[in-house]
Structures are given as C-alpha cells and as structure tokens.
DNA sequence: TCCTTTATATAACACTTGTTATATTATAGA
DNA sequence: TCTATAATATAACAAGTGTTATATAAAGGA
C-alpha cells in the first residue's frame, strides 16, 4: 500500500487559484505552487499532465465564479436584473481584478467574437417591447451600455480609477435614461 | 581605432519598436532583439545599461507615437477637437494594439492615478460654458465619454470586437447628445 | 515482519531569460 | 606595415521555467 494521500486534486487547483489572484497567471508556476502547498513539484505532476491542463482548469473556475456572481446579482434584487449583469460584471473586476483579467483582458484575435449573441437578441427584444424602440435603437442601446460596464471594469481592474460604488450605478443609470430620451424623442437636443 | 559602427541606438530602439509590435512586450528579450538586428546580443548592452532602461525608452516612445496621433487628428478638422482626441486613443488602439496595451492596458494599482486633472477641468469648464450644464452635470458628461472611449478602445486593441470605423463614432454621438439631453432637459424622460 | 504499491521528495534535464567575461576583428593613425 | 582602440562575436554564467528520472518512504496485506 502506497502512503495516504497529503496534496488532493482540489488543493492544487485553490491553491492555483490563489496564486493567480495574488500574482496573476504569471505567478502560477510550478515551484511556486509547490511552496504555497509546502510541498515538491512532484504532486502537481502527478494529479495533471502538464502546467497548461491546470491552467485550463483555472480558467474555468475563474468563469465559472464569475458566472455565480452573475446570478447572485441578478438574484438579489438590488438592482434590476439588466443593471445586475452589468453590476456583477464591474464587482468581478474590482474584487477578482486578476481573475477578470485571465478571462476578459486577454487577446482574443482571431478567436470566438460573440459567444452570447443568442442572449443579446433576448436583451434587446426585451428593450425594444418595453420602450417601445426600433430594433437598432435598441441594439445600440444595449452596445453602448455594454460598452460602458466594459470600459468601468477594466479601470477599476488596472487600478486606473478607484472603485465608487455609487459611481458606476449612476453613470449607467445616466447614460441608459440619456440615450431611452433621445431615442424616444428624436427632436430632442439638436444642436 | 575600432571598426565602424554597424549598429546604432536607433536601429536598437527600432527595431524593439517593432518586436513589441509584433509579439507584444513578452516579445522584447535580447535574442529576438539580436536575431533581428542580425547581431549578437553584445552591441544591446553596450548602447544600454540593461533591457529595464531599454523597455523604459520603447514605452516613452510609445508615448509619443500616441500623443502624435492625438495632435494629428485633432488638428485635421475630421471630428470637433474633444471628439478627436477620442477617436485618436480608440484609432489608436486599433492600429496599434499592442503599444495601446503597453500603454493602457498595465496594472497601476499603487501608481499615479489620473495624471490629467488639469486638462480635465479644461474640458469640463468648455462643455459648462457651452452647453448650460451644472459643474456636476458636465464632469459626468466627460467621464461616461470617457469610460466610452476607453471601453471601445479595450475591445478594439484585444480583439474583443471588429472595430468598424462609424460604429465608435456613432455610439459617442448617441451617448453625447443622450446625456446631454437628459441634463438640460430634467424632466424629459421619468420611467 | 516483510513486501508491494505508489505518493512524495530529490535531483537532474533541457530550455529560456538577462548579463558578463573573453576573444575577434575592423579601422585609422603612427 | 604595425598597433591601439573599441565594436562586435562567442561563450559562458546564474537564475528561472516545465518536465522527468530516480530515490525515499509510508501504509496496509501477506
């Protein structure tokens, strides 16, 4: 019979984790894990086949916390649940920024555009019906409310503003009810 | 005497320029530098005291190679001064993806954080003067602006979306006249 | 008690990085 | 023509990476 177990799959990949927040994916190396888990290479080696398996995985769970998140926003009922996915969205980067970086700072060139079209068409069908706009109005609406979580998420993540609650809520508050009034009532603001 | 020169400071500064360009900062090491210059890795060091002070150099020109563009399109009379300046860090991004990231895209937590406070309160004092907006009001105006473009800019230079030459400009039209909308006219759209 | 099994440790490998010590070698002045 | 100079080339170093070969050792069954 061979020695009990000491370093098990699961704490490989939490201790990965950690180190991916603490340091980002450039930390993940292999003697780096070793130490975090008071142990040699050998263990990492023996539970995956290769550091880039391990990083796949981490990958998938820094998506798939990221997907709770998600769903616990729009769950709570402090916001909307539009407003919630974009909320989640900008708290992941603030609180997670490494882990919003792994997954949504990296290149993407010639890789999968818009994984979420089908969403984005249930988002926009929904703004159209409720505001009463034109299918374009209403992908524009949705584009740059997108683009504006976006934009929040990765300064807040780069460190380059600093997180205000409040600020975010109403910057997409004040552009979403900007651009409703200007689609609803063309002659608004001409100048 | 010693045998002429055959590679200068600049062939060395350019020719990082375009390994950074290529491959991204990641790409900068002495022996790409070397292979590209067709040299061994000697005449780097003894134009540079080390490849810190070399990689300081190709992000300053970086730099300038941004506020260029920057003065460029401000100066051609395409797009009104403020939404140049705009379109110049999105175009930006888009041509030069890689130098954009080494720019904008690096971690600042601990650093300086807004370097433009000055030229800020330039912009936010015109639109005031301009458009009859409360201090408030026109500050918010240019952060959404802002958050827009830098947003775009990230999609762009990751390869997040396809830039499409009217779809920024368009979506930072809708948002200006949107938000201002809303501001001069309060009670415009309640729901 | 001993033996087989295998989880872990140790040590080494091949490779890449920046950097430096040493060797070449081209050039202009003597 | 020879020589001092310094710009390059060659080669090596130390440190760090992933990975693998070998050694150690723990634990239950014989």
Redesign the interface.
């Given at each position: 019979m061979p020695p009990s177990i000491k370093i098990t799959r699961e704490d490989i990949i939490t201790a990965s984790m950690d180190l991916v927040r603490e340091q980002g994916t450039e930390g993940l190396t292999t003697r780096a894990l070793a130490k975090k888990l008071n142990c040699s290479t050998q263990p990492i080696f023996s539970n995956f086949p290769n550091m880039e398996s391990l990083k796949k995985i981490v990958f998938d769970k820094a998506y798939e916390l990221y997907a709770e998140r998600t769903f616990a926003s729009m769950q709570s009922g402090k916001y909307p649940p539009y407003k919630a996915s974009g909320m989640a969205y900008i708290e992941f980067a603030v609180e997670e920024?490494q882990l919003f970086k792994l997954l949504?700072?990296?290149?993407?060139?010639?890789?999968e555009?818009?994984d979420d079209t089908a969403e984005s068409e249930k988002i926009i069908a929904v703004m159209r019906e409720r505001n009463g706009l034109s299918y374009d109005q209403a992908r524009?609406l949705h584009?740059?409310l997108w683009?504006?979580?976006?934009?929040?998420a990765?300064?807040y993540a780069?460190?380059?503003?600093?997180y205000k609650a409040d600020e975010a809520s109403?910057?997409l508050t004040?552009?979403y009810?900007?651009?409703?009034?200007?689609?609803?009532?063309k002659e608004?603001?001409v100048?």
């Open positions: 920024p949504y700072m990296r290149d993407r060139t010639g890789k555009k818009n524009q584009t740059v683009v504006l979580v976006h934009g929040l990765v300064m780069t460190g380059f503003q600093e109403e910057i004040d552009a009810l900007g651009l409703l009034g200007r689609f609803q009532n608004g603001v100048k």
